[in-house]
Nanobody, 122 residues
Framework: QVQLVESGGGLVQPGGSLRLSCAASGSIFSIYVMGWYRQAPGNQRELVASITSNGRTTYADSVKGRFTISRNNARNTVNLQMSALKPEDTAVYYC????????????????WGQGTQVTVSS
């Protein structure tokens, strides 16, 4: 059984910073991509940032230069350092493990965390 557990959300003032963390646990052989998505009320879930197992990163245009994603392959963790936060960053943030394999022969499967709320408000 694989689980993704997020932490680090909360309330922050505009211009402030937050760090989100996600740990994947259970039977894990490999994870190709780990990432963060977010969903605001009335909006579709969107990619915020992702990082491959060899360190290639992708960012949404709206967060480039403000957010930094990092990953520890040995620990199956991914972090999102968010700076210069804006009210429009308010959303539920979800951790994603894309193409996770539980053993060398298993089919790659996507997993999601339960989400953590980030609210940017004065």
């Amino acid at each position: 059984q694989v689980q993704l557990v997020e932490s680090g959300g909360g309330l922050v003032q505009p211009g402030g910073s937050l760090r989100l963390s996600c740990a994947a646990s259970g039977s894990i052989f490999s994870i190709y991509v780990m990432g963060w998505y977010r969903q605001a009320p009335g909006n579709q879930r969107e990619l915020v940032a992702s990082i491959t197992s060899n360190g290639r990163t992708t960012y949404a245009d709206s967060v480039k230069g403000r957010f930094t994603i990092s990953r520890n392959n040995a620990r199956n963790t991914v972090n999102l350092q968010m700076s210069a936060l804006k009210p429009e960053d308010t959303a539920v943030y979800y951790c994603n493990a894309d193409s996770l394999k539980t053993d060398i022969l298993s089919s790659p499967t996507d997993y999601w965390g339960q989400g953590t709320q980030v609210t940017v408000s004065s």
